[in-house]
């Protein structure tokens, strides 16, 4: 299962950056992560070009949701909101209506902060677009505080708890990702009752 992973800060020594890219050595067997480093290549969301042409880094990333099997967030949170370019960056995934490169894909949301609560309000307003956009989400909500002290050397996890915590998300993305193929392969067999 491919997993594409967007973490939503755009400085050089992001927490959030650095703990998406810790994300692959996490995962179980099966699981390849990508992850997404061009957020800051996407201009303001502006209907306009949908019809004169998306800008390449939009078509990029519309590119690579498509060929992944499933989406994980890493977002901070800022005045206790998701970052506007990460917002930004759903905002142009969802569109065209009725062509959202967001619909149907499975998806697990983590967010993280130096501060206690975790970036739990960011958390929760993503996940509230994704009932939105017709994103399936992973239920369990993984909010970690005080991760300034919970990332080792380069982009590595130090706090086991963290580790474990990230790692089950990430095998329940994968059922939610086998769940959702199952039910598109139903659908789509004209022998299904
Ligand atoms: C404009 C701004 C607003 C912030 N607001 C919040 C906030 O509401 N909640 C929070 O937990 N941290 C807040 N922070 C602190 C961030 O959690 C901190 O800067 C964090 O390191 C950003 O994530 P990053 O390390 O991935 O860049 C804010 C930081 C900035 C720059």
Redesign the pocket.
Known sequence: MKVLAI???L?R?????RLARAAGAVAGDGIEIENYENLGEIPGFNEDLETEGLPPAVEDLRARLAGSDALLIVT??????APGALKNAIDWASRPHGNSALAGLPTAIVS????P???I??NEQIRKAFTITGTPTVERELAIGK??GKLGEGDTISDPEVEEQLGMLLTELGDLAETVREAEAGALDPTAA
Request: proline share 8%; aromatic share 16%.
């Open positions: 973490h939503g800060s400085r020594d992001s927490f959030t950056g901070p949170e800022y005045n206790a909101s993280a902060s130096p501060m609560f975790g970036a309000w960011a991760i300034d």
